[in-house]
């Protein structure tokens, strides 16, 4: 079984631009969620989908963030414009259905705004 | 809000020694905490977690302890190995999917 796979595995872009960051979840889970630590700090939540709605979105820092999941499949992650704080590592995270189910990691996004 | 604290930040050992990890948490509604390993490059992962009906869970060389009067739980390892190299992260949730995170445990262990 596939993990939770996310792409790039970095980006460097410069303040002001966008880039959007995609996470594939394990086939069938409709629990996704999207964390963020930004260095030496905790990872941090962000948001929760189930399938294609947003359940819980208050860890999102600003409207410069946009989390969207079509099809209750992949999910996109777009930080427009680009700012130096928002720099860290973005975790994708997805669980099947059942009470606080296990969420399975996937590798990351390093993002640098430089 | 809600928080979770970590401590220590860094620890070492020897191969062979035990390690603890200890976190508190703030809000007294949580009711389940996992415990996660990050390996270098590699995303969190789950490598014990423990309920709030239960003081206790062992897996081989891990465990994990809970009181919840004092908001308290703890990740012991022990007869560490150099594998067990890694940050750990201890993380509380109140049944609603929201994971809150500590700030993670850097764990070297020395051979």
């Known amino acids: 079984e596939a993990g939770v796979t996310q792409f790039p595995s970095h980006s460097v872009i410069e303040k002001g631009q966008t880039v959007t960051l995609r996470c594939d979840p394990i086939?069938?889970?409709?629990?996704l969620y999207w964390y963020r630590r930004v260095m030496g700090k905790e990872i941090k939540f962000l948001l929760h989908f189930v399938k294609e709605s947003k359940q819980d979105e208050s860890g999102m820092p600003n409207n410069r963030f946009l989390a969207e999941r079509t099809g209750g499949t992949y999910s996109t992650l777009k930080v427009q414009p680009a700012e130096l704080e928002d720099s860290g590592v973005y975790f994708c995270?997805?669980?099947?259905?059942?009470?606080?189910?296990?969420?399975?990691f996937g590798p990351g996004t390093r993002l640098t705004v430089t | 809000g809600e928080n979770v604290e970590q401590h220590p930040s860094t620890l070492s050992v020897q191969e062979g020694d035990s390690a603890v990890i200890k976190c508190t948490y703030s809000d007294s509604a949580s009711n389940y905490f996992p415990w996660y390993k990050q390996e270098l490059g590699k995303g969190p992962q789950l490598i014990i977690d423990i309920r709030s009906n239960v003081g206790e869970k062992k897996d081989q060389r891990i465990a994990v302890t809970l009181n919840k009067t004092a908001k308290h739980f703890s990740l012991h390892i022990t007869e560490t190995q150099p594998e067990d190299s890694a940050v750990y992260f201890c993380a509380a949730s109140k049944g609603t999917y929201k994971y809150i995170f500590g700030t993670g445990t850097r764990l070297k262990v020395l051979a």
């Open positions: 086939s069938g889970h409709d629990n």
């Open positions: 995270a997805s669980s099947g259905g059942g009470l606080a189910g296990e969420q399975y």
